[in-house]
């Protein structure tokens, strides 16, 4: 019997990261090589005309597992029945916003959203948030969600996670399939934190292979943390197809499954573990079993560690704070 189509819609999806993204899907790349796939594109209504542009262009692929193309600039329309939910349409930072401003135009967007997956979605629906400030895009659309499992509403920290494990392996020499469990822990901002000392690269940790602290704590951590930034000076756009990447990573192993012996990062709502207040959207190390993540326990936190989880973490609380303040949680 032909298998039913899974229903993915992709918030964003005329902007640069769902032009990287839209041919990854179609072509099964996010959900593996037997499963045919149905999109829902969501624009604003000035861009749905570039969207359609799009949908020609996927059209013109002839992709085998691609079994139709909806476009849509009504939220609840848009996530009627989808299955996995890619957020990535955001409104950026411009001249003169300030932080609370950004998260205030930002809740404009993941509160219907949010509303609109709590009155429409699959009973199984996945929830992927790419738009910054990701962690907190992802709390509030949570919120307007009551209906929906809390944990099924997560943030990508998968792009800083392999940007990390390329850093390393350049550092040491090594390819980076070398490379087992690594970390980022916190916000997908400037304070995230990404860790090697759990690392494993052929029979080490990350750390002792390094044998550098220096190295780790003024180029490793500040590359891999400014990294974002870095590529928007450089190419003066924000990552767009490495941030596709990462999302179709994050999506492909909640759905099917982290290798054994390995890990990945993720920011999923907080149980507490590691002091992260509960239902913080924090990064995590994380292994996907049975379609759902699960924080990997028991790992030993140095000072040095600490000391940075709980800073990053500490920006998720004022964030979740301001966002209480404007009433969007
Ligand atoms: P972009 O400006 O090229 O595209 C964004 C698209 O979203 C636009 O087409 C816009 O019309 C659309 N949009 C705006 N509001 C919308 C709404 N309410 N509903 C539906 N669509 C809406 O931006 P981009 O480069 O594709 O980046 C998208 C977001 O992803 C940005 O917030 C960016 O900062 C973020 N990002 C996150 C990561 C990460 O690792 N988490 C990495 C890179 C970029
Ligand atoms: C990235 O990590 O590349 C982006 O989140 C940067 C940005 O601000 O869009």
Redesign the pocket.
Known sequence: MAQVPVNVTV??A?????YALLFRIASGQLLGPDTPVKLRL???P??VKAAEGTAMELDDCAFPLLKGIDIFDDARQAFDGVNIALL?????RTKGMERGDLLEANGG?FKPQGEAINAGAADDVRVLV???P?NTNALIAQAHAPDVPAERFT???R??HNRALTQLAKKLGVDVTEIKKMTIWGN?SATQYPDIFHAEVNGTTGAKAVNDEAWVRDEFIPTVAKR?AAIIEARG????AS?AN?AIDHVYDWVNGTPEGDWTSAAIPSDGSYGVPEGLISSFPVVSRGGRWEIVPDLEIDAFSRERIDASVQELSEEREAVRKLGLL
Do not use: C, F, K, Y
Request: net charge negative; glycine share 18%; hydrophobic share 50%.
């Open positions: 918030t964003g005329a902007g640069q990261i769902g969501l624009e604003i000035q861009a990535v349409g955001a409104r950026p967007i790419v738009g910054n990701a943030a990508m920290t792009l800083d997908h974002g756009a924000s990552s767009a941030a990462a």
